[in-house]
C-alpha cells in the first residue's frame, strides 16, 4: 500500500467496511476488454510473459545456499531453452522480463531470446522488493537495470543514468495518449449524462460468387449517439455543448457514422471469417 494508505490495524474481522472495500478496489478489473469476437474466428487472444528470475530470488535474500543458486542455474541451462523451442515451434513471439542480475550472467541467453524476435523487458535489478524500497533507490536500481539492458540494442533507453530521447518521446507520447484518454472519458461521461447513446450492432451478409446471400455475421456491438436524441435537447443545452467543444466532436463523430457501413463491409470482406 501507499504512504497516502496506511497498514490497517487490528485483525481483518475487524476492519471497517470502507477498509476492506479500499483493499479489494485496488485490485478490481474493471470494465471487460473482451470483443464480441476475436479475428480470424479465434476462441480466445493469449498473451505469453516469462519472468527469467534465475539466480536472483536467494541472491536478493541474501541466501548462499548452493542448492538454491543452482535451482536458479537450471533455469537458465534448462528451463529457458525449453521454452525457446517450444515458442520456436508453434511460431509464437512472447515476452521475456529479466532482473538485470540475470541479464549480467547470462548474457548469451538475453541475446538469443531478443534474436529470437522476443520483447525483452525490465525486471527490477537483482529482484528487489519494490515495495519496501525509497523511491530514490528504486528509481536509482531502475536506471541501472535499463542501461544493463539496453547495452548493445540497438535503440539505447538511458542515456548517462536519463532517459535518451527515445525514451523522452516515448514518454511524451504516453503523456499525451494518457490526456486524450481522459478527455475522452469526460466526452463519453457527458454523452451518458445527457443519455445521447444508443446501442447498435453491425451485421454483414457475406455473398457467394453467384450472388446468393449467406448467413449474417455479426460484426460488433457498439454505442453511437443518437440523432434523434441531439435533436431532442433543449437549445441551451446544444449552446452549454458548443462552448465546451463537445458539440463539435459529436458531429465529428457522427460524420465518421456514415462511412462506417462501408467500412465495415471492406473489412468483413477481407477477413477469414468472412471468406470461410
Known sequence: MSDAEPIPTGEPWQWPEPVWRRIVGRARAGRSLKPTSWPGGARCAVALSFDADHDTIPLRDGDQSPMRISQGQYGSRRGVPRIRAVLD???????????????????????????????????????ERNTSLPYEAERELSFRAADVLAEGGEVPLFENGQPSAFTQQAIQFCTDFETERRRTEQFVQTLRSLDLLESKQTTFTPRAPDGTAGEPIQLADYFAVSEEKLAALPAAKIAELNASGALRQIYAHLTSMLNWDRLVTKTAIRSPVANA
Open 89 to 127: 515451434r508453434e511460431g509464437v513471439p512472447a515476452s521475456f522480463f529479466y532482473p538485470a542480475v540475470s541479464a549480467l550472467l547470462y548474457p548469451d541467453e538475453v541475446r538469443g531470446v531478443a534474436a529470437d524476435g522476443h520483447e525483452i523487458g525490465i525486471h527490477s535489478w537483482i529482484h
